[in-house]
């Protein structure tokens, strides 16, 4: 029973002696810079493309008629 109480303080000593891992002074994190990705548009003309294509085509349906 004593054997096993040795045991267990000697665990415990080194459990918390190995906890720290610094060794001595901290030294701070070092945190790097978020990296921000910007979406870039191709133009502006490709919001008024598709609207166009669609007049055109109800045109023409219109006027096959």
């Not at 990296?35 to 055109?56: F, H, N, Q």
Request: hydrophobic share 60%.
């Amino acid at each position: 029973m004593k054997k096993i109480a040795l045991a267990a303080a000697l665990s415990m000593a080194a459990t918390t002696a190995f906890a720290g891992g610094h060794g001595g002074k901290y030294k701070e994190p070092v945190i790097e810079p978020a990296v921000v990705v910007e979406d870039v548009k191709s133009s502006s003309a490709a919001g008024i493309i598709v609207p166009l294509m669609l007049l055109l085509v109800v045109a023409a349906a219109a006027a096959s008629r």
